[in-house]
């Protein structure tokens, strides 16, 4: 049985979910946002190579700051 709009957005997460889930995955999401790794790179990274991803996002971030 299809579900209608109504009730998918019933279900939908609350900002406060979705706020919550980006704050617990942060370390995973920045490194595919910022381009430095892939998600299945992400997905296959050790400790050490999540940490150095983690770093280089936010490196680059700090470095684009003054160019775009």
Known sequence: MPTTFLVDCLNSPTDYELEKE?????MYI???ITGIATREEVEL???HELSLFFFMALEKIKLMRGGL
Not at 22 to 26: A, L, R, S, T, V
Request: proline share 9%.
């Open 45 to 47: 990274a050790t400790a």
């Open 30 to 32: 920045l490194p595919v």
């Open 22 to 26: 980006i704050d617990d995955n942060y």
